[in-house]
């Protein structure tokens, strides 16, 4: 499915807000556009109408005295009515004459010594005619002001009509729009849960950010300025067209030829404009993640004072984001108001050769139609413009929707909703093969068995595989290889959410999030009490520490836990894990970052907490595991050696050379 029909599918769970708003808007078009042919009957039948033939009357309604005689207007004889001899009013200049006969030609008019003289080529008649005074005027336009009011009363209507549907119509499409943004930012929020972790390794943060944020506000502008712009104008242009065929077919044809040049300018602009928005929007989607991180690494940057380079990096993001910026901005400089000045000239050259044209052949042009097709030609352009300067924004809005969208496509897991019973921990790996990449094993034929209860320990070098085996238990990852067994099912059969509602994971930098304490032990589940809070808190000796702070278990907590120490954050950590109950409790370097003083505070509350729990500890200080019932010892991703602490220094083997050496480093830091 395309970009434009994923976009369309997302307008249509708000379907009807959105063919209200349109209806609105097609009234209020509607209302609008009748004005100028409101103004055109004014002009014609009752301002210059007053030029229309007259004819002597009896005394009634609509008839006119004027020396000793009555006067009525053609069409207002009622059907049948006797109508006596025909007379004129004709304006010459800023002044009206009284012709007591008929008129029996139309051109160029003039007066001299009381003889109206009217022209038009060789041919030529005059006539006897009386100058009118103003009040005499006012007497003839008499009949005509309660309709002018009427009618002017109506045009005002119109637009006091049109102005509150244009505002229903605007606020419904509006919050249609911000409908439809909301969901799907819900829609790449929700998704972005469900995406492995092998997806975040390959994108930095500051990229997967700008898709939900600025990416999905391009495509809510799409939704809000764009589409808005583009449905009103095309409604408007054709209630403007419908107008001009009523007016006047000929010309309105030939003003149909500024629809296929607005397509193929279009399709033109679309055709560069979409190359330099994928740049502009992947280029903006860089300096996010630069910038997100550079402040996360702004220690580091400062320590080793790498500013300079780091403001020079961002520099060169930044010039060539101006640089693509200024292509685009040159481009909608040239196809957006050059265009359409262009078009409003042609089409005014058009207007005044087709009414000079008709004048000069003689046919007579109504003020009126001439006043309404210029109104009309005036309006036409102003939806074009809009619609030309959207076009910029609808380019940018496409390829922030293909960027969300190649998101959404990227394939998730999907959150299991059951419920899963609280499994022993019996943990085997039978012959497992594992690489982040293909065909490059970082794990190979790894096999051992972990019983209920058991404290399992995995030592080694740096990058020897230990993390990767807590990895692939909580499935982080999948095997290539072999399998996984927790109490003799496949985790490979399980849903991953409840695989992992029975594990509990302590990382050596633990991550908290902004909230509070009892927040952060509990991530807001509502299973979790508050008493079971307080408790895992003081289960891991957290109690008197809490104390100190003046709100105690419910003390603030900002970004990252920035406020806390190490040791104070790893307390929250090993609280969060406990809080869940797990059957399979994980340490990864859980006790790296702690004073020794806490770190016997958490080993006397783990001796109580590891009964009837599997547990994995992956630690370099040796110390630590010596009372666990399994050592596993792995050296480029494979079990060397295996066994209890006194059976691996009996060994005399990798084991025993690591833990001779800490222990020669310790020394060495004590005597010095």
């Known amino acids: 499915m395309n970009v434009g029909k994923r976009l369309f599918a997302y307008a249509l769970h708000y379907k009807n807000m959105m063919v209200f708003a349109l209806c609105m808007l097609a009234v209020s078009v509607a209302a609008e556009l009748t004005g100028p042919l409101i103004a055109k009957r004014v002009i014609d039948q009752h301002i210059l109408g007053i030029e229309s033939p007259w004819h002597e009357a009896s005394k009634g309604n609509n008839a006119v005295f004027y020396q000793g005689k009555w006067y009525k207007r053609e069409r207002d004889f009622a ?8 007379v ?9 004459y009284f012709v007591d006969r008929a008129v029996a030609l139309d051109g160029n008019r003039s007066v001299q010594d009381g003889v109206l003289t009217i022209r038009r080529g060789d041919e030529s008649v005059s006539y ?3 100058k009118l005074s103003v009040r005499e005027l006012m007497r003839f336009y008499e009949p005509d002001i309660d309709r002018i009011v009427s009618l002017l009363g109506l045009y005002m209507a119109l637009l ?14 509006q919050m249609a729009a911000n409908r439809i943004i909301q969901k799907m930012r819900k829609d790449v929020f929700a998704h972005i849960q469900r995406l492995p972790i092998r997806y975040f390794d390959r994108l930095p943060a500051g990229k997967i950010v700008a898709r939900v944020t600025n990416d999905t506000e391009a495509v809510r502008e799409l939704y809000v300025t764009v589409l808005a712009t583009f449905f009103t104008s095309c409604i408007y242009i054709t209630g ?5 065929f009523l007016l006047d077919v000929r010309l309105a044809a030939v003003c149909l030829l500024l629809l296929p040049i607005l397509a193929v300018w279009m399709k033109v602009y679309r055709k560069y404009a979409s190359k330099y928005n994928q740049i502009i929007r992947s280029r903006l989607s860089d300096i996010h993640a630069m910038i997100n991180e550079s402040i996360q690494g702004m220690t580091i940057i400062q320590a080793f004072r790498r500013q300079k380079e780091t403001e020079r990096e961002f520099d060169e993001l930044n010039q060539d984001y101006f640089t693509y910026q200024n292509k685009l901005l040159s481009l909608n400089a040239l196809t957006s108001h050059n265009l359409v000045g262009v078009l409003r000239n042609v089409a005014f050259v058009a207007l005044i050769w087709h009414f000079g044209g008709g004048s000069l052949s003689g046919q007579a042009i109504s003020m009126g139609v001439l006043y309404a097709f210029v109104d009309y030609l005036t309006r036409l352009f102003q939806p074009v413009t809009e619609m030309m300067n959207q076009l910029a924004n609808l380019e940018q809005s496409l390829v922030a929707a293909q960027r969300v969208f190649a998101l959404l496509d990227e394939p998730g897991d999907e959150v299991y909703e059951g419920d899963m019973p609280r499994y022993k921990g019996n943990v085997v790996f039978e012959n497992v093969y594992f690489g982040y990449k293909d065909g490059e094993y970082v794990l190979k034929n790894i096999s051992f068995t972990a019983k209920q209860g ?5 030592v080694g070098h740096t990058g020897s595989g230990k993390s990767s085996i807590m990895n692939l238990l909580f499935r982080f990852y999948d095997i290539q290889k072999g399998r996984i067994l927790i109490d003799g099912v496949d985790i490979q ?3 991953k959410q409840m695989l992992r509602k029975h594990m509990g994971i302590v990382l050596q930098d633990p991550f908290l999030f902004t909230g509070t304490i009892a927040s952060n032990v509990s991530l807001q589940d509502p299973r979790i009490t508050r008493s079971t809070i307080e408790k895992a808190l003081r289960d891991i000796g957290a109690e008197q520490w809490l104390k100190s702070l003046p709100n105690g278990f419910d003390e603030p907590v900002i970004e990252k836990g920035s406020t806390l120490s190490s040791g104070q954050r790893q307390l929250i950590s090993f609280a969060r894990a406990l809080a869940f109950d797990p059957a399979i409790l994980v340490l990864d370097e859980a006790t790296a970052n702690i004073d020794t003083e806490t770190e016997a505070v958490i080993q006397q509350a783990l001796d109580v907490l590891k009964q009837g729990r599997t547990t994995f500890i992956i630690a370099h200080r040796l110390s630590t595991i010596r ?17 209890t602490h006194d059976e691996l220094m009996n060994k005399k083997g990798k084991y025993y050379q690591m833990y001779q050496l800490q222990q020669g480093e310790k020394n060495a830091i004590k005597v010095g």
């Open 79 to 86: 059907q049948g009515e006797e109508k006596g001899k025909e």
């Open 88 to 96: 004129r009013i004709l304006q010459v200049g800023r002044h009206y």
């Open 128 to 130: 006897p005619a009386k």
């Open 160 to 173: 006091v009509a049109a102005t509150a549907f244009q505002y229903g119509q605007h606020y419904y499409l």
């Open 240 to 244: 403007i067209f419908i107008a001009l």
């Open 454 to 458: 058991e404290t399992v320990a995995l």
């Open 493 to 495: 059969t399980m849903p």
């Open 627 to 643: 009372n666990a019932d399994q050592i596993l010892v792995l050296d480029r991703g494979t079990i060397v050696e295996r066994g």
